[in-house]
């Protein structure tokens, strides 16, 4: 059973920093796409940053030269360094991550996500 696991979340100032992490682990063969999400309260769920296998980095318009998406690939892991945090940053973020695992003896891809880690930037 493949699992992501976030951590890193919490309450930092404005212009503050937080470094988000998530752990992918199971039965793992590869990862391809890995991604953080967010949702803030009465908002639809965004992409804040993808990465991809080779390392090449979307950003959401909102969060470009503030926020870099890395990943640990030997680690099954993916970060989110967040700087100059603002208010509207405020949500709750989800780790995504489309994986290739075994499952009842086969592999399958699939595409999955963290249970999500509040993040509040206070002004």
């Known amino acids: 059973q493949v699992q992501l696991v976030e951590s890193g979340g919490g309450l930092v100032q404005a212009g503050g920093s937080l470094r988000l992490s998530c752990a992918a682990s199971g039965s793992i063969f590869s990862i391809n796409n890995m991604g953080w999400y967010r949702r803030a309260p009465g908002n639809q769920r965004e992409l804040v940053a993808g990465i991809r296998s080779g390392g090449s980095t979307d950003y959401a318009d909102s969060v470009k030269g503030r926020f870099t998406i890395s990943r640990d690939n030997a680690k099954n892991t993916v970060f989110l360094q967040m700087n100059s945090m603002k208010p509207e940053d405020t949500a709750v973020y989800y780790c995504?991550?489309?994986?290739?695992?075994?499952?009842?003896?086969?592999?399958?891809?699939?595409?999955?996500w963290g249970q999500g880690t509040q993040v509040t930037v206070s002004s």
């Open positions: 995504n991550a489309d994986i290739l695992a075994l499952y009842s003896g086969t592999y399958r891809r699939s595409d999955y």
